[in-house]
């Protein structure tokens, strides 16, 4: 069965979802060594999630619950009760949210959205598959940006990552899901002198955007990939799609203090990309000012990357108060009229951003 991202059924009641998290980096294993991209920028990032609903846990063997609850805290060091998700024995890095996954790494951010019309399927799971292909994603990235390639081929990394997730879930149980995917690989030239340059890479209806705050504008944005209307195109069980056949990679020439916005589409079927744009510059603006809770400061080291997780949670709370609105116009509803059917409000989804700014490293 080839699903849909959506289905009216779902549309939840509010009051059932659990509340907003982010934070500045997704999680790595304790024993992975610590690698250092090569390039001369970097990104300084922050994420910030909206699950519908609780995210349902992991199945054997990506999760050995111990003998307590679920509701265990996630965040131990004691392997023989770490509940973190594991997958060929290594932990599965990014962070679920609800059906959606997010990674932030070094020079690679990602959000994927999985179909959550799988999880009334025996053996459904679409946020395992949003997950590993993400995990696997940036895994194959690491290995050969950080090796001998000088050109990236993150089309090819997500093939890989694809076909791993299939084997991983296909053996010794089956698991079956679909997951959009979008990701953004900072790279640099070999101009002198160098440039950023962004690989970015689509397939299905999560979108990558970059915004040059000092003129207000959006320099690129990623396009749309439908089969129809609410069904986007999608990787995974009984889709036709793969990576190697349909996704659509582009390089994008950057500056440093460029904000890149990897978004599910819980972003862009509630905000206009005007009010995005706005949403981030006036949270930047709030930041450098001084103008937010003082708890966001403190926790973070750095003033950049703190920043980027406000921007990121502020863009969370706008998007989430228009899906919370029955009666706000959006753009899901006006692409639903546009298709003849009759749709109000916003739309409860799953909401995870990503922001990240282009920066410089020292002595470079």
Known sequence: MFHSSRHRSEQVDAKASVEPRGGTTTPVPDEASVVVSKSAYYFEAGYGLFAKRPSRPFPPPFLSPPSGSFSDPLSTHDRSRDRRPSVNGDMIRGMTNGDDAVLVSDNFIG????VGAWAGRERGHAAL??????HFWALEAERDVYGDSSEPDPVQYLQKAYQQTKDATSNPNEWFGTTTACGAFLHTNSNTPPHPVLYVTQLGDSQILVIRPEHREVIYKTTEQWHWFDCPRQLGTNSPDEPIKNAVMDKVTIEEDDII???SDGVVDNLWEHE???NVLESMEKWRSGDVPQVMRSDDQSTYAGGMQFVAQELVKAARTIAQDPFAES??????IEEGLSIEGGKLDDISVVAAVCKKRRGR
């Open 111 to 114: 959000a994927n959205d999985g």
């Open 129 to 134: 598959w949003s997950r590993l292909i993400l």
């Open 261 to 263: 916005l990897a978004m």
């Open 276 to 278: 995005v744009v706005d």
């Open 331 to 336: 753009p899901y509803m006006e692409r639903a």
